[in-house]
T-cell receptor
Framework: AQSVSQHNHHVILSEAASLELGCNYS??????LFWYVQYPGQHLQLLLK??????LVKGIKGFEAEFIKSKFSFNLRKPSVQWSDTAEYFC???????????FGSGTKLNVKP | DGGITQSPKYLFRKEGQNVTLSCEQN?????MYWYRQDPGQGLRLIYY???????QKGDIAEGYSVSREKKESFPLTVTSAQKNPTAFYLC??????????????FGNGTRLTVT
């Protein structure tokens, strides 16, 4: 079965710390990759996406992610987090052959002011 | 502004009753989806619809039903056959179901509690 793994379920950081959230997927075909963010009390929003080309993609609010095809990974990074980044982050993979979106279990990020 | 509207935000029902969750979009998207979000399990696909008058089962369709009579609307019915219906339900849409790299757009969700 296809799967998306987010190994960090809960991350606690102080402001200005660097962030890296892991995402690995198991699907071997062509994929589109996404990170979504859910701020407290708000709906899921698209943070960034990778379709093709440069494997390092930049999203909103200073986030970036790197697609490493050989590792089936799409890790999310931010050099310096802010308290306002406190949210839950979901990695998603659209397996194009199957035309289905698969989501990871989410990572809750708590940034201490 | 275009978006997806889910109503109500909170819903309470007694066990054994069917309940219908509303999802409306004005983004002119062809594809619509229903996900269920449970703590620690991420989002799991219940049903999806590529186009009006068509829908397909997702990974956890048992105990649920949908209809897609209009492009804008994709209501989800949680039936009494769903063994664990208490959850947070998310509706989503995308411009098309295939080929154009469309991301998903989400509604604010409906939290259903069945007692």
């Amino acid at each position: 079965a296809q799967s998306v793994s987010q190994h960090n379920h809960h991350v606690i950081l102080s402001e200005a710390a660097s962030l890296e959230l892991g995402c690995n997927y198991s699907y071997g075909g062509t994929v589109n990759l996404f990170w979504y963010v859910q701020y407290p009390g708000q709906h899921l929003q698209l943070l960034l996406k990778y379709f093709s080309g440069d494997p390092l993609v930049k999203g909103i609010k200073g986030f970036e992610a790197e697609f490493i095809k050989s590792k089936f990974s799409f890790n999310l990074r931010k050099p310096s987090v802010q308290w306002s980044d406190t949210a839950e982050y979901f990695c998603a993979v659209n397996a194009l052959f199957l035309n289905k979106f698969y989501f990871g279990s989410g990572t809750k990020l708590n940034v201490k002011p | 502004d275009g978006g997806i509207t889910q109503s109500p935000k909170y819903l309470f029902r007694k066990e054994g009753q069917n309940v219908t969750l509303s999802c409306e979009q004005n983004l002119n998207h062809d594809a619509m989806y229903w996900y269920r979000q449970d703590p620690g399990q991420g989002l799991r696909l219940i049903y999806y619809s590529q186009i009006v008058n068509d829908f397909q089962k997702g990974d956890i369709a048992e105990g649920y039903s949908v209809s897609r009579e209009k492009k804008e609307s994709f209501p989800l019915t949680v039936t009494s056959a769903q063994k664990n219906p208490t959850a947070f339900y998310l509706c989503a849409s995308s411009k098309s179901f295939s080929g154009d790299n469309s991301p998903l757009h989400f509604g604010n969700g409906t939290r259903l509690t069945v007692t």
